[in-house]
């Protein structure tokens, strides 16, 4: 992910959405991000999302829910407790959140709720994400997705 796109967000404070499923290819663009913002003041949303397995059944349902937002809050400390040992940027705070649905719906909830600048995520299984598009044209939203 070159800086191409640098220039376009620099200057004020920035928000910026960056899902991860905790793959090497998710942590590179996490690295990326700060790398290529490290003079912008930014705040990092970093975000996974988790999907309960419906068949688990209705008593096991919300045990399932539990555990998967457990696991995914667990390694998202990690993951921002890393980015910000390895960066020097004194301008970027790294909030995490951890939500249960598909990516392009929690981004499209995101994206109602908060102001955000630029989204950032990996895409190494080509996963096609044209409703967030689609949804950033019809909402006139400034939101500028970055795929790696």
């Known amino acids: 992910m070159p800086g191409f796109w640098v220039s376009r967000y620099s200057g004020t404070m920035k928000s910026i959405l960056v899902a991860t499923d905790f793959s090497s290819h998710s942590q590179d663009v996490l690295r990326e991000v700060l790398e290529q913002l490290r003079?912008?003041?930014?705040?990092?949303?970093?975000?996974?999302?988790?999907?309960?397995?419906?068949?688990?059944?209705?008593?096991?349902?919300?045990?399932?829910?539990?555990?998967?937002?457990?696991?995914?809050?667990?390694?998202?400390?990690?993951?921002?407790?890393?980015?910000?040992k390895e960066n020097f940027n004194s301008h970027v705070s790294i909030e995490t959140g951890s939500h249960m649905g598909s990516i392009d719906n929690v981004i499209k909830n995101l994206l109602l709720r908060e102001k955000i600048d630029l989204i950032a995520m990996s895409n190494p299984s080509g996963t096609k994400l044209e409703k967030v598009e689609d949804f950033l044209k019809r909402q006139s939203c400034a939101a500028y997705p970055i795929v790696s």
């Open 39 to 84: 003079e912008v003041p930014c705040r990092i949303l970093l975000i996974n999302t988790y999907l309960v397995d419906q068949s688990a059944g209705p008593e096991n349902i919300l045990a399932l829910n539990d555990e998967l937002k457990s696991q995914s809050k667990r390694k998202l400390e990690v993951q921002r407790a890393e980015a910000l």
